[in-house]
C-alpha cells in the first residue's frame, strides 16, 4: 500500500465502525427489465438495466500482475469466434473468449470476466475494444484484453466514457487510448506492448507504443495500476485536443524515454486541474531517469512520487 494512503486507512477505520452502528442501510435493489434476452446464439446475457455509474474503484493494495488482473483464475469462458458488435443498451458481456474485437455502440454496457484476443490484422487503426461513438457508462472489469495477432494497427481499448479495472492488456500499441475523457482506469496490469520498427506509420520508422496515450478530453483517472513495458512512454498525455482535469496516483509506473510524456497540443494550450502523486518510478526501457517530461506552462501538482529502488523523489524535467 502506498504511504500516503496507509495512515488515512488507518485514521478512518474506527469512525466507520461508530458510524455504521448509527445508520440503517437500505437494501439495495437492481433494476432489471423482466425479459432476459439471449443474443448472438452465445447465451450472452442482454439486460436493459437501470444500474447507477460505479463509484471510482479504491487503488490496490498489491502491486497488479498476473495473479490480480484479468480473467479470474478457474473462470470457464464460452468461445465467440469473430468480432461482437454491440448496438443494445444494457449488454452484458460475461465469461467469454473472444477471437476479434468488441464494437460498443450502445449506452450502459459491461464487460466482464473475459478474454478479449482481437482479430487478423488490418490496413487501418483499430482497437481490441472500441468506444467511438460517444456511447456512455461502459464497464470493463477483470478482463483480459491480449492480442492473438498484433499488429502496428492494433490498440487494446481505444475510446472515452470508460471505467475500467483489474484488467490485464499486453500484446498491443497503445494498451489504452484515451479519444474523449471521462475514463477511470483503476487496479490494471499495462505490459508488453508490441513494438514494431520498421513501423511505416511513423516518421522515424518506430512504433510510438505507450501504455496509455491521452488525445485529448477530461476527468481521466489513472489510479492504483502497474504499468510498464512500453517503448514511448508509459503515459503519454496531450497529443491531440485540450486536456483536463487529470489525475494519477498511487500508481507503479516504469518504461519509454520518459516515462509520464505531458505535452499542451498544437496550440500549446495549458493542462488545467492536473495532479501527478504518490507514484513509484522505475527507469526508462533506454536506460533514462526521465520520470516526468512536463510543460512549465501548465500548473501540474505534483507530491509523493518517488523512484523504486531507493524511496527518493522522483522531480521532473520541465520544458
Given at each position: 500500500?502506498?504511504?500516503?494512503?496507509?495512515?488515512?486507512?488507518?485514521?478512518?477505520?474506527?469512525?466507520?465502525?461508530?458510524?455504521?452502528?448509527?445508520?440503517?442501510?437500505?437494501?439495495?435493489?437492481?433494476?432489471?427489465?423482466?425479459?432476459?434476452?439471449?443474443?448472438?446464439?452465445?447465451?450472452?446475457?442482454?439486460?436493459?438495466?437501470?444500474?447507477?455509474?460505479?463509484?471510482?474503484?479504491?487503488?490496490?493494495?498489491?502491486?497488479?500482475?498476473?495473479?490480480?488482473?484479468?480473467?479470474?483464475?478457474?473462470?470457464?469462458?464460452?468461445?465467440?469466434?469473430g468480432d461482437l458488435n454491440i448496438t443494445k443498451a444494457g449488454t452484458v458481456i460475461d465469461g467469454l473468449d473472444v477471437k476479434g474485437s468488441v464494437y460498443i455502440r450502445a449506452n450502459n454496457v459491461t464487460i466482464k470476466k473475459s478474454l478479449i484476443r482481437g482479430g487478423k490484422?488490418?490496413?487501418?487503426?483499430?482497437?481490441?475494444?472500441?468506444?467511438?461513438?460517444?456511447?456512455?457508462?461502459?464497464?470493463?472489469?477483470?478482463?483480459?484484453?491480449?492480442?492473438?495477432?498484433?499488429?502496428?494497427?492494433?490498440?487494446?481499448?481505444?475510446?472515452?466514457?470508460?471505467?475500467?479495472?483489474?484488467?490485464?492488456?499486453?500484446?498491443?500499441?497503445?494498451?489504452?487510448?484515451?479519444?474523449?475523457?471521462?475514463?477511470?482506469?483503476?487496479?490494471?496490469?499495462?505490459?508488453?506492448?508490441?513494438?514494431?520498427?520498421?513501423?511505416?506509420?511513423?516518421?522515424?520508422?518506430?512504433?510510438?507504443?505507450?501504455?496509455i496515450q491521452v488525445t485529448g478530453g477530461r476527468n481521466i483517472t489513472i489510479t492504483g495500476n502497474s504499468i510498464d513495458g512500453a517503448h514511448n512512454a508509459a503515459l503519454m498525455i496531450g497529443q491531440g485536443n485540450t486536456v483536463g482535469n487529470v489525475k494519477i496516483s498511487n500508481?507503479?509506473?516504469?518504461?519509454?524515454?520518459?516515462?509520464?510524456?505531458?505535452?499542451?497540443?498544437?496550440?500549446?494550450?495549458?493542462?488545467?486541474?492536473?495532479?501527478?502523486?504518490?507514484?513509484?518510478?522505475?527507469?526508462?526501457?533506454?536506460?533514462?531517469?526521465?520520470?516526468?517530461?512536463?510543460?512549465?506552462?501548465?500548473?501540474?501538482?505534483?507530491?509523493?512520487?518517488?523512484?523504486?529502488?531507493?524511496?527518493?523523489?522522483?522531480?521532473?524535467?520541465?520544458?
Amino acid at each position: 500500500m502506498h504511504r500516503s494512503n496507509k495512515n488515512n486507512l488507518l485514521k478512518s477505520a474506527g469512525q466507520l465502525k461508530t458510524n455504521l452502528r448509527k445508520i440503517r442501510l437500505p437494501r439495495s435493489k437492481s433494476l432489471y427489465s423482466a425479459s432476459l434476452v439471449a443474443t448472438l446464439a452465445l447465451g450472452l446475457t442482454v439486460a436493459a438495466a437501470g444500474q447507477s455509474s460505479a463509484g471510482t474503484q479504491a487503488a490496490a493494495s498489491a502491486k497488479p500482475g498476473a495473479t490480480n488482473t484479468g480473467v479470474p483464475a478457474g473462470t470457464a469462458l464460452k468461445v465467440h469466434k469473430g468480432d461482437l458488435n454491440i448496438t443494445k443498451a444494457g449488454t452484458v458481456i460475461d465469461g467469454l473468449d473472444v477471437k476479434g474485437s468488441v464494437y460498443i455502440r450502445a449506452n450502459n454496457v459491461t464487460i466482464k470476466k473475459s478474454l478479449i484476443r482481437g482479430g487478423k490484422p488490418s490496413k487501418t487503426q483499430q482497437a481490441i475494444v472500441v468506444s467511438w461513438w460517444g456511447n456512455t457508462n461502459i464497464k470493463i472489469e477483470d478482463s483480459t484484453i491480449r492480442a492473438d495477432h498484433p499488429s502496428y494497427w492494433q490498440d487494446g481499448i481505444s475510446g472515452g466514457n470508460i471505467t475500467a479495472t483489474r484488467l490485464n492488456i499486453s500484446k498491443v500499441v497503445d494498451s489504452v487510448k484515451v479519444i474523449g475523457g471521462n475514463v477511470s482506469l483503476t487496479n490494471s496490469w499495462l505490459h508488453d506492448n508490441a513494438h514494431f520498427s520498421p513501423d511505416p506509420n511513423q516518421s522515424d520508422n518506430q512504433t510510438h507504443d505507450d501504455g496509455i496515450q491521452v488525445t485529448g478530453g477530461r476527468n481521466i483517472t489513472i489510479t492504483g495500476n502497474s504499468i510498464d513495458g512500453a517503448h514511448n512512454a508509459a503515459l503519454m498525455i496531450g497529443q491531440g485536443n485540450t486536456v483536463g482535469n487529470v489525475k494519477i496516483s498511487n500508481n507503479w509506473l516504469g518504461g519509454g524515454g520518459c516515462t509520464i510524456n505531458v505535452t499542451q497540443n498544437g496550440l500549446g494550450t495549458p493542462i488545467h486541474g492536473m495532479a501527478i502523486s504518490n507514484n513509484e518510478f522505475a527507469h526508462g526501457n533506454h536506460g533514462t531517469a526521465c520520470p516526468m517530461r512536463l510543460p512549465s506552462a501548465s500548473p501540474i501538482g505534483l507530491s509523493g512520487n518517488v523512484w523504486a529502488a531507493n524511496g527518493r523523489t522522483a522531480a521532473p524535467q520541465r520544458f
